[in-house]
């Protein structure tokens, strides 16, 4: 079974600093690797997603970095603000699965006024 | 464009009864999947299926736990003499026509088994 493997469990992070989250993949076929945001009580939220033909990719204060060689990727938040407190779960394609994402067993974001 | 809608949101049932859980995906998707996700755990897959198919049932457990998608009507999955173990979030999560890892989750269903 595929794994992929979220560090830290939980951040805390003060407002206006950068919050970085790592993920860890085994299997190099994977060709897709999304972030989702949850609040509690709520479904999770796609948030920004990224292919390996690219090391990199930005949506406003999120940005993916993606790490080929070393089967890593991050998700770092820019200027994180309190309303960005929630779980955050990095995935990827399950192989030998028809579509079904793999996910890391998330981490909690605290960001301090 | 409405998104990902699952009902109910709140169910809870005694031990041994059926719990039937729905999911209405985007408009424009044909691709559901459902997810099962613990306290403090990441999404656990469960099943993916298309209008009147079963794709992919790896991640069901093998007794009580069923799953359909209709022609017309939600998806649903259907959980049979439930017990406490079973109590957990459920989300569906939708994808376009093509099967594409682009997936769009509903709010969920939290079950409680008393």
């Known amino acids: 079974q595929q794994q992929v493997k979220q560090s830290p469990q939980s951040l805390i992070v003060q407002k206006g600093g950068i919050s970085i989250i790592n993920c860890a993949y085994e299997?190099?076929?994977?060709?897709?690797f999304p972030w989702y945001q949850q609040f509690p009580g709520k479904g999770p939220a796609l948030l920004i997603a990224i292919r390996p033909d690219v090391s990199e990719k930005k949506e406003g204060r999120f940005t993916i970095s993606f790490n080929k060689s070393a089967k890593q990727f991050s998700l770092h938040i820019m200027d994180s603000q309190p309303g960005d407190s929630a779980t955050y779960f990095c995935?990827?394609?399950?192989?030998?699965?028809?579509?079904?994402?793999?996910f890391g067993k998330g981490t909690k974001l605290s960001v301090k006024p | 464009n409405a998104g990902v809608m699952q009902n109910p949101r709140h169910l809870v049932r005694r031990r041994g009864q059926e719990a039937r859980l729905r999911c209405s995906p985007m408009k424009g998707h044909s691709h559901v999947y459902w997810y099962r996700q613990l306290p403090e755990e990441g999404l656990k897959f469960m099943v993916y299926l298309q209008k009147e198919n079963i794709i992919d049932e790896s991640g069901m457990p093998k007794e009580r736990f069923s799953a359909e998608f209709p022609k017309e009507g939600p998806s649903i999955l259907r959980i049979q003499q439930v017990v406490r173990g079973d109590s957990a979030a459920y989300f569906c999560?939708?994808?376009?026509?093509?099967?594409?890892?682009?997936?769009?989750f509903g709010p969920g269903t939290r079950l409680t088994v008393t």
């Open positions: 999560a939708s994808s376009p026509v093509s099967p594409t890892y682009e997936q769009y």
């Open positions: 995935a990827a394609p399950s192989t030998g699965g028809q579509g079904n994402l793999i």
């Open positions: 299997n190099t076929a994977f060709d897709y």
